[in-house]
């Protein structure tokens, strides 16, 4: 990038800014919409495209803008899922208020995670999550008493004031709980945190001498981050109604690291983009027979030597072009 | 008035000693250079009054607070401003964004007033925009406040790292190397800049620099580390003709 284009870009700024609404709020009538064109089976994909998306949003806001790497993401979901679920079913407590509980609580976790994240970087840090999140599942998976361990959970349909969700009711929660989410993401990433957390990810030193205490705000940037997750896990649990700590392994955390880069890292739209990727592909590539996994994985690596800065790169380019 | 203290200050690395007992003082609106052979211990000290490195030994004060028992960020909080060698700036953002990094102390709305973007979120951060401004102003980057650090030449860097110092309502500024890098004409111009910074806000300043002529043209007093030691501390004339320093700074026989 030049000069000239960093000065086409700022001239281009109010204009494409104007564009960028214009298309966001294209997509959430076509989002509103969605649920009186789509069969059932689409409606699901799409409610769990927008639960990943927000798991997606928290973790890019850790990863990409604080620069630490999470393999326990997958944890924070499931205890997320399991919190809201207990409260719920075995507490009585309100859908939507167990949902911001598990939330809370998450978060309080997601900070104590984020002790080790104080003293270690990038691969050792990676590793060091991916401790934790065994834990945290083993925890999931031996508390019998609480959890019913291997046997899961099955739980009954979620209500909202005596109100039974169905299909459509959850996927309107979960696009009110996207659109809140991606507002906060936004403000966040453009406030004082969001700022805090770019000059940390650059330098921690360079941080201290502005007076941003870096330990500080790598521990938000945690909690933050596993809020967004826990509520996602309070969705997908009422989503698929029958939830067991396999759900909550490894793998998944993988994914959810795998659905920012695809987005775009230090991108809020991205995450979104990355989240209907890793879901909706799959599904559109059921019809290949045998290989809709290799296509997928060949896919993936595409996209990412293509298109470096994720999908939201791309994005950009095509925006600039316009 | 300010007095920042450095009082006996010894570290050591493993076996080697990279301050030995220094001492010396700086009030506000003075500005002294620190100077010394590579190895004497000039970034250690700086990084021990910024909080980075604690002392073995010895303390440094700003009046009556203990800065060597708080982490950098305190430090910077208590007023101590800091400019490094190599600005580390957040290269894909522009000018502007980086100097309101600088903003943080001042911008004191908690974290849900930030996620819901409150109305005092808008105006606290009008507020900072406007003071960023005003230090464009006088750094004289008001042209460049949209560029991306990217596309920024060597000495404009230089110049954001010193306006988020500015923009930290600071009575101390630290700065090392301010003109490695630099051409003739920006050597000038951050000469001139310094001394109106000292004159219009009363700034004390502390420079780590090696060239001469730059240092005994700007600074009131001179202290000379060798060794981790401190050989000589006043004025500049007097310094730079002292034996000692030319001895071990200026490799001359006394």
Not at chain 2, 11 to 39: K, M, Q, T, Y
Not at chain 2, 74 to 82: E, L, P, Q, Y
Not at chain 2, 129 to 141: I, Q
Request: net charge positive.
């Amino acid at each position: 990038m030049t000069v000239a284009t960093d000065i086409a870009r700022s001239r281009r700024r109010s204009l494409s800014l104007g564009a960028g609404r214009l298309l966001l709020g294209l997509c959430f009538a076509a989002a509103c919409a969605a649920p009186f064109v789509l069969n059932g089976y689409f409606l699901y994909v799409l409610t769990l495209t927008g639960v990943f998306a927000l798991v997606a949003l928290g973790l890019n806001l850790l990863t990409g803008y604080a620069g630490q790497i999470s393999l326990c993401h997958a944890a924070f979901f499931g205890v997320g899922a399991y919190v809201t679920a207990i409260l719920t079913q075995k507490a009585g407590v309100p859908y939507l208020l167990s949902i911001l509980a598990g939330g809370l609580f998450t978060a309080a976790v997601g900070a104590i995670v984020a002790v080790p994240a104080m003293r270690l970087r990038s691969l050792y840090l990676a590793i060091a999550t991916l401790g934790f999140g065994v834990v945290l599942q083993k925890i999931i998976f031996e508390w019998r008493s609480l959890t019913n361990g291997g046997g899961g959970l099955a739980l009954d349909p979620p209500a909202i004031a005596g109100y039974e969700l169905g299909a459509t009711g959850l996927y309107f929660l979960t696009l009110a709980f996207v659109t809140l989410g991606l507002w906060g993401a936004w403000n966040v990433s453009r406030g004082r945190t969001g700022r805090a957390l770019l000059i940390v990810k650059e330098s921690e030193i360079a941080a201290g001498a502005l007076g941003i205490p870096a330990a500080r705000f790598k521990v938000i940037a945690f909690a933050i981050s596993a809020f967004y997750a826990a509520v996602g896990g309070g969705l997908f649990a009422y989503l698929v109604r029958y939830i067991h700590p396999e759900n909550f392994s490894v793998g998944l955390s993988i994914a959810f690291l795998s659905m920012v880069v695809i987005g775009g890292l230090g991108t809020i739209g991205g995450s979104i983009l990355g989240a209907a990727f890793y879901v909706i592909i799959p599904e559109l590539l059921r019809g290949i027979k045998d290989a809709p996994g290799l296509v997928f994985g060949l896919l993936l690596v595409i996209v990412m030597v293509l298109m470096p800065q994720g999908l939201w790169g791309l994005v950009r380019r095509l925006g600039r072009r316009t | 008035m300010a007095r920042l203290a450095v009082e006996n200050v010894s570290v050591s690395f493993g076996g080697i000693h990279a301050l030995r007992d220094v001492s010396f003082d700086l009030e506000s609106g003075a500005i002294v250079g620190l100077i010394g052979p590579n190895g004497a211990g000039k970034s250690t000290l700086l990084n021990c009054i910024s909080g980075i490195t604690r002392p073995d030994g010895g303390r440094v004060r700003l009046d009556e607070v203990l800065l060597s028992a708080l982490p950098p960020a305190s430090v910077a909080g208590c007023g101590i401003g800091r400019v490094f060698q190599h600005p580390e700036l957040v290269v894909e953002l522009s000018v502007r964004e980086n100097l309101m990094i600088a903003c943080h102390r001042s911008l004191n709305y908690g974290l849900v007033s930030e996620l819901l973007k409150l109305p005092h979120v808008w105006a606290a951060e009008r507020a900072a925009a406007r003071r960023v401004d005003e230090v464009l102003d006088r750094l004289g980057l008001s042209e460049s406040a949209d560029l991306t650090i990217r596309n920024l030449p060597y000495g404009h860097r230089k110049l954001v790292d010193l306006g988020r110092a500015l923009l930290m309502e600071i009575s101390f500024l630290l700065l090392d190397e301010p003109i490695a890098g630099l051409n003739e004409i920006e050597v000038a111009k951050l000469r001139d800049l310094l001394l109106r910074l000292r004159s219009d806000l009363g700034l004390g300043i502390l420079v780590v620099e090696h060239n001469m002529p730059f240092v005994s043209g700007l600074c009131d007093r001179l202290v000379v580390l060798d060794l981790g030691q401190l050989i000589a501390n006043g004025l500049p004339a007097e310094v730079l003709s002292d034996p000692k320093v030319m001895a071990s700074y200026l490799g001359e026989d006394a």
